[in-house]
């Protein structure tokens, strides 16, 4: 049925792709495949960048870039107005520099734990165990839920009257009311989001685990290395490149959190769990009146944050490809 | 019994009867036994929590399965009156029904003699359940049309999306990878570059073009900007490398066009490449959420994923239907994991995610 349409269609492109090989001849012909993906790329991401500096210079609510009056850096300048970067209260936008210490935090604790279990079930994994491949999957399988449904399915378990008071309650222990309290509702989003994603980075160490030779343990047992020494001195360096791309690519998600957190909490309570990029569309998209230069201004600093994190990566798999 | 314990504490390999699990197996073991209960707990709750009645959910603390109060219709009343099995007082071992509850008293009924009224303390009595599937959970989101309109919306941005990202990369992966022509580098590294520059760092002009695209509030401004991703050009072109030029040069003796050249032999040498590029896809804007509640703000144009945020910031919300509708929600992705779970894995761990 599938190829029922696709077979006439390509036919159908066929025509005017025929009528154009002749008309390019081969040496040019290759653009004419690239084209629909570079006007693609072109009108929805290079666009974009390029854009995103004019709007970052701009204010008034305005969305269309003619109607916009030219600011100059005040928008950076409102964004950085601070007494003290460590105190966002003695800053002028200080619900950025609240999402900015959040998104810190959030971040360092959130790959710090993720990526410590991550390395622990992988090589947990990797062990000489049964039914290797059910246990993958189980720790995998949340990576495919969407972050709606992550934030919904524990939203009612910690809701007031969820099961884990009423587990909490029967051990006599209490109830809390999780999401009220902000230190508690930081703490369980960076326990959902560790849950969410973990599996997802266990899976590329278990892939590193798995590419180191076996005969470098056969020959540590023939030394009677213990297996603490042959794990210090043997995995962990050679898993060593492996981690440090595992590291970078949760740096990067973890920067760009939003989805899960702000289904989950809203970025509360207060600002207690608001992240840096739903600052962004707070101030761009959500409330009125729509502060599209300062949400550019604060998505250039993010993308800064982003590309040295991308170029380090790039610069990681190039040297591991190179050996 | 024994035996069976040989069984289960035989190590793999070495069965014929020497070594038994070290500790650091069973602490391996205990580990993975902590990891089911902590990832499948949360799901399975759930799941059993959308067969629960709006009245079962709100009782506290939970029950594990799904319970019932049973009704029972007695002649005289119109509506079914609920069961209770008296625990005490002057009607113990009975079982009756209630008629109406006045503040610590009840107006009960014995099914056997309808006529005559029997009062009781509400705290002498305990409600006669029975394990059932609210099956009306789910029944009433498909009565409802909005939640047939989200799962269309959902539905039909992810197969277009994903219908032309396949296209496009593909045929941007061709001509990448087999096609020498002045720029092909420069073009590599635009694409390399795109990497860089997320959806999340460039809302508010992507915002901008999509309105003035006119696409602002439509499907196809959430589909089309979808479709500008990075990833399958590389996935695809890293593929189409390893197919060898003799083919097509085979091809172009017979006069093949080159558009044939493409459809007829790189994509289905290219299929097994395409195929984990297109379960990929297919997650990614099933479960895309930020871009969505941008661009779509009138809940008729409400995908899956949105409908359900909004419905929980609700102030009242309506747990039995919001349960059901999550379960729902995962579903598909539950039976695509099921049964591609292998691709998956090694496409995500190929392509680094997003």
């Known amino acids: 049925m599938f190829l029922a349409i696709l077979n006439p269609l390509m036919r159908i492109i066929e025509i005017p792709m025929l009528a154009l090989q002749r008309l390019l001849g081969m040496r040019l012909f290759a653009w004419a495949f690239l084209a629909p993906n570079l006007i693609l790329f072109g009108l929805f991401a290079f666009l974009p960048v390029i ?90 399988f949340p990576v495919l839920l969407s972050p709606v449904v992550v934030a919904l399915i524990w939203k009612w378990i910690l809701q007031r009257e969820g099961v884990l008071n009423a587990f909490l309650d029967w051990t006599g222990m209490g109830g809390i009311n999780w999401l009220v309290d902000a230190q508690w509702a930081f703490a369980w989003s960076v326990f959902i989001s560790v849950w969410a994603h973990m599996g997802f980075y266990t899976l590329i160490l278990l892939a590193g685990l ?114 | 019994m024994s035996g069976a314990f040989a069984f289960l504490t035989r190590t793999r390999g070495r069965a014929n009867g020497g070594t038994r699990l070290h500790w650091t197996d069973w602490a391996s073991y205990a580990y993975l036994g902590l990891g089911i209960c902590l990832m499948f707990g949360p ?72 006529g005559e009224r029997l009062r009781t303390g509400i705290d002498e009595r ?26 269309w919306n959902s539905t039909f941005i992810t197969l277009m999306s994903t219908a032309i990202m396949l296209l496009v990369n593909s045929m941007a992966a061709f001509a990448l990878s087999k096609y020498r022509f002045r720029g092909r580098t420069t073009v590599l590294l635009l694409v390399i570059s795109t990497l860089m520059i997320p959806q999340t760092v460039v809302l508010v002009p992507l915002f901008l073009i999509v309105t003035e695209l006119g696409m602002f509030n439509s499907l196809w401004g959430v589909i089309i900007p979808g479709a500008a991703t990075p990833t399958g050009v590389f996935l695809l072109r890293q593929y189409m490398l390893t197919i060898p ?78 349960l059901a509708m999550t379960v729902l929600t995962l579903l598909p992705i539950a039976c695509v994991f099921m049964f591609l779970q292998k691709y998956i894995a090694t496409g995500i761990a190929s392509t680094g995610g997003k």
């Open chain 2, 245 to 322: 030029d003799e083919i097509l040069d085979a091809a172009r003796m017979d006069k093949a066009s080159e558009w044939k050249i493409f459809w007829r032999i790189i994509l289905p040498l290219s299929a097994p490449a395409i195929a984990v590029l297109a379960i990929l896809a297919i997650m990614w804007r099933w479960n895309d959420f930020l871009w969505p509640l941008i661009v779509l703000t009138q809940s008729e144009n409400f995908t899956l994923q949105l409908a359900l945020n909004s419905f929980q910031g609700e102030l009242l919300t309506d747990w039995s239907s919001l």
């Open chain 2, 43 to 114: 799901v399975v709750w759930l799941v059993l929590s959308s067969f629960k009645t709006e009245a079962d959910l709100q009782r506290y603390p939970p029950t594990f399965l799904p319970y019932q109060q049973q009704t029972m219709l007695i002649e005289g009343y119109d509506e079914p009156l609920p069961l209770f099995r008296m625990t005490g007082g002057e009607y113990e071992g009975m079982i009756l029904a209630q008629v109406r509850r006045v503040g610590i008293q009840a107006q009960m009924v014995d099914p056997a003699n309808p």
């Open chain 2, 126 to 151: 305990e409600p006669v359940q029975r394990v059932r599937l609210a099956t009306e959970n789910y029944t009433e989101l498909f009565e409802r049309f909005t939640f047939l309109r989200y799962f």
């Open chain 1, 51 to 140: 854009l995103n500096l004019f709007y970052a210079t701009t204010g008034g609510d305005n969305v269309l870039l003619a109607d916009r009056p030219d600011v100059g850096l005040r928008n950076f300048v409102t964004l950085t107005d601070c007494g003290s970067y460590l105190d966002p209260n003695t800053c002028r936008e200080d619900k950025f520099w609240r999402a900015v210490w959040n998104t810190t935090w959030f971040v360092t604790l959130q790959v710090g734990f993720m990526v410590g279990f991550a390395l622990l079930t992988a090589i947990i994994l990797n062990r000489d165990i049964r039914a290797r491949g059910f246990f993958r999957a189980v720790f995998f």
């Open chain 1, 210 to 323: 798995q590419a180191i030779p076996r005969d470098v343990y056969e020959a540590a047992i023939m030394d009677r290395a213990s297996p603490w020494r042959s794990f210090t001195r043997i995995t962990l360096p050679l898993l060593a490149p492996t981690m440090l791309v595992v590291l970078v690519l949760a740096l990067i998600k973890g920067v760009q959190t939003f989805d899960e957190i702000y289904a989950f909490t809203g970025g509360g309570p207060g600002t207690a769990t608001t992240f840096i990029i739903q600052y962004i569309y707070e101030e761009g998209f959500a409330g009125a009146p729509r502060l599209f230069g300062l949400a550019a201004a604060a998505s250039l600093m993010v993308a800064a944050v982003l590309v040295v994190l991308t170029l380090i990566q790039l610069w990681v798999n190039r040297r591991n490809v190179d050996g």
